[in-house]
């Protein structure tokens, strides 16, 4: 990356990557922090041509709370199906491991006189992916150890989500005990609440304001 923002064909071009390392029959859960923008833009440019289909859009949790309450409806990954209590905030908890190394990275391999400096620029690049590399290893060694610990705390989670659940739908009697009907009425909730608002012409407003005085 060259430039500050979330360019959208970085996106594409990771997606377009990884999709060609997998299975044709799997589906791909896609969480990202404009995941709605990605999604209206693969639609109306045909993007991920050939496997859009297979692709489930949501935005990472940490960022659905800023956007649009129609837009929390569809794309957040609470409320949608399939992401259970999965985030999205896996880089941002890579990135802020390797922090540390910012410091370090931002002087390594630097001299200080001109002709020293072109010597170095090599060694400099190489250095600084040395290190990275090294860092990255003692992540994924970390990640392999504690694994098995992860999921467990992952399925304590999971637990507690579904005792909580199943305890506010008993404090619902006999509705709480129709899944269908509970299901159906969240579609009728959304399909409402992503209605384009109605349009009020400057005209209908000045003749209200002058009734109403």
């Not at 404009?34 to 949790?61: D, P, T």
């Not at 200080?112 to 400099?124: E, N, S």
């Not at 608002?197 to 005085?213: C, D, E, F, H, I």
Request: with cysteine; proline share 3%.
């Amino acid at each position: 990356m060259t430039s500050a923002g979330e360019e959208q064909y970085y996106a594409v071009a990771l997606m377009d990557a990884f999709i060609a390392h997998i299975p044709e029959t799997w589906t791909v859960g896609f969480l990202y922090d404009i995941a709605c923008q990605i999604h209206a833009s693969a639609v109306k440019h045909k993007l991920f041509e050939g496997y859009l289909h297979r692709l489930r859009f949501a935005v990472s949790v940490f960022h659905a709370y800023g956007h649009d309450w129609p837009c929390q409806l569809v794309y957040h990954p609470r409320k949608r199906v399939g992401f259970g209590l999965t985030d999205g905030e896996g880089c941002e908890r890579f990135w802020y491991s390797i922090s540390r190394l910012i410091p370090y990275l931002r002087v390594a391999g630097v001299g200080g006189l001109h002709i020293v400096r072109c010597l170095l620029t090599h060694l400099q690049f190489y250095l600084r992916q040395y290190t990275l590399n090294s860092q990255f290893n003692y992540a994924t060694m970390n990640s392999l150890e504690g694994a098995a610990a992860w999921i467990a705390r992952k399925r304590g989670l999971l637990r507690a989500k579904q005792r909580d659940s199943q305890t506010q739908l008993d404090e619902c009697g006999n509705i709480g005990k129709r899944p269908k009907f509970l299901r159906e009425q969240w579609r009728l909730q959304i399909a409402h609440q992503m209605q384009e608002a109605p349009r009020k012409s400057q005209r209908g407003q000045t003749g209200a304001v002058l009734t109403s005085r």
